[in-house]
């Protein structure tokens, strides 16, 4: 029990630390794109406002895509697996394969979130050199 609460508190204070991370760059997004149309207003055209088929912009957004997919379907694998688990009967075998497969998709739900991490932050490191703004919406 207490290996869990350990592993629970470490995954738990790196996904609220990622989040707060991206609300910082949520409020320097917000800031750049209020400039860029300020700018579009004003001037009537602006060449740094970024559109969806700007290959950055277009990668990210299928990057985070996948990646979601993956993440809703490891969470799906779990709650599948638990319910056969609660749902075994005594059968040693089901009871086994589905903590297993509890595992492996606890393990699979953390590299995806790692994964969405390093993406968003290199993609964000990509924007920041070029100019660009890659967040995806």
Not at 59 to 75: D, E, T
């Amino acid at each position: 029990m207490k290996k869990i609460f350990i592993f629970a508190l470490i995954i738990l204070s790196l996904v609220l630390t990622t989040q707060s991370l991206l609300a910082d760059s949520l409020r320097d997004s917000l800031q750049g794109n209020l400039q860029n149309t300020g700018g579009t207003a004003y001037y009537g055209d602006n060449n740094q406002v970024p559109t969806e088929t700007d290959p950055t912009i277009l990668v990210a957004n299928i990057i985070r895509s996948v990646l979601v997919l993956l993440g809703v379907w490891f969470v799906v694998l779990i709650i599948v697996s638990g319910f056969q688990w609660m749902n075994a009967g005594g059968n040693s075998d089901i009871v086994v394969k589905a903590r297993q497969r509890i595992i492996n998709a606890t393990i699979g739900l953390v590299i995806v979130l790692f994964a969405l991490t390093i993406t968003t932050f290199i993609m964000n490191q990509i924007g920041d050199a070029s100019g660009y703004n890659t967040e995806t919406e």
